[in-house]
């Protein structure tokens, strides 16, 4: 029996603090905090309850002499923190002293940041299509490899023994782990593949693309199932809900796509003001995080993000 949202009676929250537009955000492992990593220079934690809430004010993670453009937290400790910066470092964080407990040099600006699902090791993917992998114990790198095509995100399956990469000729290339020996090339999209979602009970996968469609894909017999074919626009971020049944995308659509993934039906479109740049469900709650290029009046960033799906009884 599938559970049905109530989607017309939730709304969002803002949530403010940084001080430019926020690149991304991330929930913990077990959806009680949130990060978020701002073109500030700075990441900051937030401690969210369910029913939106924060609990004790934010905190500021500093040390970034760049943008900080992606983040993850580690799948198994809910207060561990990875972040990428343009600063050419990826420093890894405590979330309840807000102290930088490690620090990898690496050789470009780091645009994507990954944990495998057993939180051993870390992919860093930069502008320059180069991926570096971290131990996370020792923080050093343990395998580079550059490649001679445009890489934009990456991602491990569930089960640690595969790795994805989206390019820009619209390909996912599909690499065996930990030996990186390539395994199969997915013509996906008739433009570049920007961003991949791994669905979280380890059926699909999906891509978004600068086609303006998501397609999903049977991690089983890496067939495309189905499109969602809603956005208009690059894709920019997407991600499965805890259950698997929903998907969200997002691009510079004035609005955030909810479909059901079986159907491929849109079940909900969220309003937004400005280009997204990264959307998040929480790992436990139907809670979306969603962040992008929001300006105020005189055209300043914003440096919001926002969360839907709290029922208006809580406001």
Not at 133 to 159: C, G, P, Q, S
Request: aromatic share 10%.
């Amino acid at each position: 029996m599938e559970e049905t949202i109530p989607f017309k009676n939730l709304h969002s929250r803002e949530y403010q603090g940084h001080k430019k537009k926020v690149h991304s955000v991330a929930w913990n492992c077990n959806g009680t905090k949130l990060a978020s990593g701002s073109v500030d220079q700075t990441a900051r934690v937030w401690h969210i309850e369910p029913h939106g809430h924060v609990k004790v004010k934010d905190i500021e993670l500093k040390g970034h002499t760049d943008s900080v453009d992606q983040l993850c937290w580690d799948p198994k400790h809910a207060d561990l923190i990875a972040t990428a910066s343009g600063d050419k470092t990826v420093r890894l964080w405590d979330a309840r002293s807000g102290k930088c407990s490690q620090q990898a040099d690496l050789s470009g600006e780091n645009i994507n940041i990954t944990y495998k699902p057993d939180g051993t090791y870390i992919a860093v993917g930069n502008r320059d299509d180069e991926l570096t992998i971290l131990d996370v114990r020792k923080f050093k790198a343990i395998h580079k490899r550059k490649f001679n095509y445009e890489v934009n995100e990456i991602a491990w399956n569930m089960t640690g023994d595969m790795f994805f990469l989206t390019t820009g000729n619209g390909t996912v290339e599909v690499l065996a782990y930990p030996s990186l020996r390539p395994l199969d090339t997915l013509m996906a999209h008739t433009a570049g593949c920007y961003c991949i979602a791994i669905d979280p009970i380890g059926r699909y996968f999906a891509v978004g693309s600068a086609d303006s469609l998501v397609s999903l894909w049977d991690i089983s017999e890496m067939l495309c199932v189905r499109t969602f074919t809603k956005l208009e626009w690059p894709v920019r971020t997407i991600s499965f809900n805890h259950t698997g049944e929903y998907i969200a995308s997002a691009s510079e659509d004035l609005f955030i796509d909810i479909s059901n993934v079986q159907t491929g039906r849109t079940v909900h479109q969220i309003p937004c003001r400005a280009a997204m740049n990264s959307v998040e469900w929480n790992p436990k709650y139907n809670l979306l995080v969603y962040a992008g290029d929001d300006k105020n009046k005189y055209q300043a960033d914003e440096g919001v993000f926002r969360i839907f799906g709290f029922e208006s009884s809580s406001a």
